[in-house]
């Protein structure tokens, strides 16, 4: 689930975890996921998307993902996340939200946050996202995601939240002891966005492992201190409380970088626009973009070395948009010259990008259907994660709300 995308951006079975011996991993293991291949466009540690149809208790894997409504909505966050939505309802029960409740951990422009979180939903179905099949909602609109955040916040160590990565960064960034809190608690409610709907598998991208692997550790400490037993002798089913999210890591275009600097990912908080590709950007800008891009000297084109940043990243644009293998880009590629490489990959955006332009002028031009969209994703999801934060409150002793007074 990214600071900027859940993908937080959130599926597991409930007694796979140790009760005895529990230590924190998320601080000291690099890369804690083990890894298997389930088929050619993700890597994920579920065993499968779908449980045995025989099976009377036969249901989907859940996945839950997010994006946050700041900035123009860029290539890294279509070809990173969204667009690997798009796969993903097909096989899985699907949970997609805009986290607009994550953007106001940073200033933040308010009169832009309404217009930003309804473009950013409408992008979400002009991709390709279908709400027939998957739910698609605004994360402040489902009270849960802050009520399960506050019950998370009392079994979270700080030093695990001091010592996350993106906390330090940005935190340097804004001053040291002038950021917020939410800064530094943000990695609890991306957890609680993961937990609050027992999701199964995560999609994430190689720089959201540390915040995955808090919601596992938390999920696992929550689970041991008031789950089991305990639960049950409080009128609880017993057993685990939470689900323990595994990682599902998009082989291609995971991690899309800067136009301007190949060894950093393209980001909407970067300061020039020429840095990124944005949904929305006209034909003639993103020719302007990529004819501009920075490039090497080397001959030819070739994927991943090490010396060639710029170059790996805009064939791995271009093998995804193109819906061409790596193979097949590298052999067309191995002989180009960037002057003759350049114009065939910004053809190749802007007809890739097109259609998704259309629909998305088509979904905000019709009145009305958008926030039916999200109004009905919201019931659906609020039915989840309402069942999660009852539990949890049942499990940790809270005095039960007379729903007949």
């Known amino acids: 689930m990214a600071h900027a995308t859940l993908s937080h951006s959130v599926i597991l079975s409930s007694s796979r975890f140790s009760r005895l011996g529990y230590a924190s991993k998320f601080l000291r293991n690099t890369n804690p996921?083990?890894?298997?291949?389930?088929?050619?466009?993700?890597?994920?540690?579920?065993?499968?998307?779908?449980?045995?149809?025989?099976?009377p208790s036969a249901r989907r894997k859940r996945v839950v993902s997010g994006v946050q409504p700041t900035g123009s909505i860029h290539l890294g966050n279509y070809l990173g996340a969204i667009k690997n939505w798009v796969a993903l309802q097909d096989t899985y029960e699907t949970l997609f939200f805009i986290v607009d409740l994550h953007a106001i951990t940073l200033p933040y422009d308010t009169k832009e946050l309404r217009k930003a979180t309804r473009d950013t939903a409408a992008l979400y179905l002009a991709c390709g996202v279908d709400v027939s099949k998957a739910s698609v909602f605004v994360q402040s609109h489902v009270r849960a995601h802050v009520d399960l955040m506050w019950l998370l916040s009392s079994s979270t160590p700080i030093g695990w939240l001091q010592k996350m990565t993106q906390f330090k960064e940005k935190s340097r960034k804004e001053g040291g002891e002038n950021a917020a809190v939410a800064l530094l608690t943000y990695p609890v409610l991306m957890s609680a966005d993961i937990l609050l709907y027992q999701a199964d598998c995560?999609?994430?991208?190689e720089d959201?492992?540390?915040?995955?692997?808090?919601?596992?550790?938390?999920?696992?400490?929550?689970?041991?201190?008031?789950?089991?037993?305990?639960?049950?002798?409080?009128?609880g089913r017993g057993g685990?409380?939470?689900?323990?999210?595994?990682?599902?890591?998009?082989?291609?275009?995971?991690?899309?970088?800067?136009?301007?600097?190949?060894?950093?990912?393209?980001?909407?908080?970067a300061p020039s626009d020429q840095s990124r590709i944005n949904l929305l950007d006209s034909k003639d800008l993103i020719a302007d973009k990529i004819k501009r891009c920075k490039t090497d000297s080397f001959a030819g084109l070739e994927f991943d070395n090490?010396?060639?940043?710029?170059?790996?990243?805009?064939?791995?644009?271009?093998?995804?948009v193109s819906g061409k293998t790596k193979e097949e880009v590298s052999e067309e590629c191995k002989d180009m010259s960037w002057g003759t490489f350049k114009p065939l990959l910004a053809d190749a955006l802007i007809e890739h990008l097109s259609p998704i332009q259309v629909r998305y002028q088509e979904i905000t031009a019709e009145t009305g259907y958008l926030d039916k969209v999200l109004s009905e994703g919201a019931d659906r999801a609020t039915e989840i994660a309402d069942a999660t934060v009852h539990n949890l409150k049942q499990a940790m002793g809270f005095y039960p709300r007379n729903s007949a007074s």
């Open 33 to 55: 996921f083990p890894v298997r291949l389930t088929g050619e466009s993700f890597r994920c540690c579920c065993s499968s998307a779908t449980t045995d149809e025989t099976s």
């Open 202 to 205: 995560v999609p994430v991208g």
């Open 208 to 235: 959201q492992k540390q915040h995955l692997e808090l919601a596992r550790d938390l999920a696992q400490r929550v689970n041991n201190i008031y789950g089991g037993r305990k639960w049950k002798k409080l009128g």
């Open 240 to 269: 685990s409380i939470f689900k323990i999210p595994e990682p599902l890591i998009p082989q291609a275009g995971a991690r899309v970088m800067s136009l301007t600097d190949g060894l950093s990912k393209m980001s909407k908080s």
């Open 306 to 320: 090490a010396e060639r940043p710029e170059c790996n990243n805009l064939l791995s644009v271009y093998q995804i």
